[in-house]
């Protein structure tokens, strides 16, 4: 798909103008059809309800990042065995993709992009500890198995639109993170920073009130 090209939706004909630089799924936000994919294969997302959440983000949200405006345009929720994750996919800086992941009482920020990294990492685990490239160390705060995938909005780089993958995270005390997926022996990494709801100065959010 191309950036700033006008889609319109198979299923109602809303039109929608792709927003990210790299986007992978487009989901209408009306009907729930997929309005356009870069995805091949066997992981090519089909319309998939997404079930309600407890957040106060949600699309349309605002806030900062590194000086950046940044604007929620998208969600993808991981089921885990245990809990689930949403992914919320925000634009900054006129089309790169903002990952922010509700995190342990704060938030994962994630602006890079995906990195395959070795195979002994898909004995990854809780508790041990793992080297990035750039010689961070990190240590595991959980794996859990991922048991389904939805999505809705815009979607920036993904990979896995299906289940049946690992997700693990790993964080230091200075605030570096990693979210990581595991899929037959290959991994895949995004690397990022934690921060405090304050310093994101979020505006749009849903407030107490507004919980159904
Ligand atoms: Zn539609």
Not at 97 to 126: D, M, P
Not at 142 to 155: D, L, M, P, Q
Not at 168 to 193: D, P, R, V, Y
Request: glycine share 8%; aromatic share 12%; proline share 2%.
């Amino acid at each position: 798909m191309t950036h700033n090209k006008v889609y319109s939706c198979p299923g109602c004909s809303t039109a929608y103008e792709v927003q990210l630089e790299r986007a992978t799924l487009v989901v209408c936000r009306v009907c729930s059809e997929i309005i356009t994919d870069a995805v091949n294969g066997s992981e090519k997302p089909k319309p998939a309800h997404i079930p309600d959440d407890w957040s106060f983000l949600q699309i349309g949200t605002t806030g900062v990042y590194k000086n950046y405006n940044f604007t929620v345009i998208g969600r993808l929720r991981l089921q885990l065995r245990n809990e689930y994750k949403n992914f919320w996919c925000a634009i900054y800086e006129g089309g790169k993709c903002l990952w922010i992941v509700e995190s342990f009482g704060s938030f994962a920020l994630f602006s890079s992009t995906w990195q395959e990294i070795k195979s002994e990492s898909a004995h990854l685990h809780a508790g041990k500890k793992i080297t990035l490239a750039n010689k961070v160390e990190l240590r595991g705060e959980y794996v859990e198995k991922c048991e389904g995938v939805s999505y809705t909005g815009e979607i920036g780089s993904w990979i896995f639109f299906y289940p049946g993958f690992f997700v693990m995270q790993a964080s230091n005390a200075s605030g570096q993170t990693a979210f990581i997926t595991i899929k037959k022996s290959i991994a895949h990494i995004l690397t990022g920073e934690k921060v405090t709801l304050k310093e994101l100065n979020l505006k749009n959010i849903l407030t107490w009130d507004e919980w159904k």
